[in-house]
């Protein structure tokens, strides 16, 4: 019988819910195991949402990215996700066109929900927890 954390999304249980790959960026609260050999592992789901959030403000300021497409294409290339859908997904929790320019600072909340959301099936965090 698998362990019940076993059978949560592979987000939720390494308290990364944004499926951040690891690229040996060195965030802050990480685990001092990393055994995930694809995705950081987080001490505590604040610091992997937290860790999600600064990179979608990075998007918006460095690569100039506020629309749903341009953020989600690089958050999950076509290569190896149903982009389309994803993006699709987003544009409508966010109320949004796909292409549709916005501020992702003051939607960063509705966004950062959207992704965990997508990328787990569900989001069990409070709105709290998104920072």
């Known amino acids: 019988m698998l362990s019940p954390k076993l059978t949560l999304p592979r987000g939720i249980r390494n308290n990364n819910p944004g499926n951040l790959e690891n ?3 060195n965030w802050v ?7 995930d050999s694809r995705f950081y592992q987080f001490t505590d789901a604040k610091y ?3 860790a999600l959030a600064r990179v979608l403000k990075t998007y918006e300021r460095k690569y100039g990215l506020n629309t749903v497409e341009g953020i989600i294409n690089r958050w999950a290339p076509a290569h190896e996700n149903n982009t389309d859908s994803y993006i699709e997904h987003v544009s409508s929790v966010l109320g949004v066109r796909r292409d549709q320019p916005f ?3 003051q939607n960063l909340v509705p966004l950062t929900e959207a992704i965990i959301l997508h990328e787990n099936g569900s989001n069990p965090y409070s709105m709290d927890k998104i920072v």
């Open 103 to 105: 501020d992702v600072s």
């Open 29 to 35: 609260g990480l685990s001092s195991s990393q055994t």
């Open 48 to 50: 992997g949402i937290r």
């Open 23 to 25: 690229n040996g960026i």
